[in-house]
């Protein structure tokens, strides 16, 4: 029976040895400033630009994409799809490289009734 209590023992307290995190001295050491997102590959809207995203760099649109569903953007934000038919990015949106939009919502009530002010409750 004693044999078997000093291997639980051992056992857990071994076990707990593995589950530290390891400790970083010298240049190592480093304090994270955010929370790491996987990059995505695509165009970003933001301060009335396209902004392409590749392999993790940031460059400004200057030239018309196609993307691989042959959808066309624009340096100014225009999507021109296959069958001709056109939209505009708003603020936030993303575009995947398989010509995906990715559209951001707001969160604020405020902000709500600034997007859709057909839909302000305060009227």
């Not at 993307?67 to 066309?72: C, D, F, I, K, Q």
């Not at 559209?103 to 302000?120: H, L, Q, S």
Request: proline letters at 4%; glycine letters at 8%; charged letters at 25%.
């Amino acid at each position: 029976m004693k044999k078997l209590i000093v291997l639980f023992t051992a056992t857990v307290f071994g076990v707990n040895g593995f589950a530290q995190e390891p400790v970083v001295t010298g240049k190592e050491q480093s304090v994270p400033t955010q929370v790491h997102k996987a990059v995505k590959d695509g165009i970003s809207f933001n301060a009335g630009k396209a902004w392409l995203i590749k392999d993790g760099q940031t460059t400004a649109l200057d030239k018309e994409i196609t993307l691989r569903n042959g959808t066309r953007v624009t340096p100014s934000g225009s999507l021109i799809f296959q069958d001709g038919t056109k939209a505009k990015l708003q603020e936030g949106d993303f575009v995947y490289m398989d010509g995906a939009v990715e559209r951001t919502f707001p969160v604020k009530a405020t902000d709500r009734a600034e997007a859709y002010p057909e839909k302000d409750a305060r009227k």
